[in-house]
């Protein structure tokens, strides 16, 4: 049996995290969330939203990484521009994949970002989520 299992989510826990993040996830990620919630891509750990059935391997969700680490990156990095950012994953130097709500692709979705925490700049590295999934040779 595979670590890496998918679990999959419900609509009503996507719904909470929504609530609790004050804002809607986009509907490529809410798709890869209903099947994969919990699921890594590779070494690159995608952040779940918190599910009750499965409280062990979504704790570490989208909702509590964005109250305490990134909260806690914006308050040390005193950047403004990262206020439309919303991390989905942690990657293993410290720097995060976000969506970006001031940007929006063609799909009509947040794009995704790549933030350095040692510079506190963004980079686009794809137009959406569902495009980032495909992406080749994307770290992680």
């Known amino acids: 049996m595979s670590k890496n299992k998918s679990i999959g989510t419900t609509p009503d826990a996507i719904t909470a995290a929504e609530q609790a993040l004050g804002r809607g996830l986009p509907a490529s990620y809410v798709q890869w969330l209903?099947?994969?919630?919990?699921?890594?891509?590779?070494?690159?750990?995608?952040?779940?939203?918190?599910?009750?059935?499965?409280?062990?391997?979504?704790?570490e969700s989208i909702e509590r990484h964005y109250r305490t680490d990134w909260q806690e990156w914006l308050e040390n990095a005193d950047d403004g521009d990262a206020a439309s950012l919303l991390p989905f994953a942690q990657f293993g130097t410290g720097d995060y994949y976000c969506f970006d709500y001031a940007q929006t692709g063609p799909s009509g979705e947040p794009v995704v970002v790549l933030w350095s925490h040692e510079t506190g700049t963004a980079t686009t590295v794809a137009p959406d989520f569902a495009s980032f999934l495909i992406l080749p040779g994307r770290p992680g």
């Open 34 to 59: 209903l099947v994969n919630n919990g699921r890594a891509l590779g070494a690159l750990s995608i952040f779940p939203v918190y599910d009750a059935a499965n409280a062990r391997k979504t704790w």
